[in-house]
């Protein structure tokens, strides 16, 4: 069975950095492409950065420049390195594994 588990949430001033892990277990991580997406209240869920196999990654404009999404495969682990945080960065963060595995989400609250 495959489980995405998603940490390093937290609430953080604006301007500050959060690092989110994902760790997947029971899938072959190493071969999927993954991603990032977020949700805030009364939204859908984006997708707002993506890694393939290879370590190609893509952004949306909104995080571009400020995020960085990384890979461990070895530690079957995807990682968002979220610099320059905004407020309106705040959302729940999910991450996804192809083609439709989810992690629960962690809270990224950005404050003033």
């Known amino acids: 069975q495959v489980q995405l588990m998603e940490s390093g949430g937290g609430l953080v001033q604006a301007g500050g950095s959060l690092r989110l892990s994902c760790r997947v277990s029971?899938?072959?991580?190493?071969?999927?492409?993954m991603s990032w997406f977020r949700q805030a209240p009364g939204a859908e869920r984006d997708v707002i950065a993506r890694?393939?196999?290879?370590?190609?990654?893509q952004y949306d404009d909104s995080v571009k420049g400020r995020f960085t999404i990384s890979r461990d495969n070895a530690r079957n682990t995807l990682y968002l390195q979220m610099n320059n945080l905004k407020v309106e960065d705040t959302a729940v963060y999910y991450c996804n594994m192809d083609p439709f595995y989810w992690g629960q989400g962690t809270q990224v609250t950005v404050s003033s």
């Open positions: 029971g899938g072959i991580f190493r071969d999927n492409a």
């Open positions: 890694i393939g196999r290879t370590g190609h990654a």
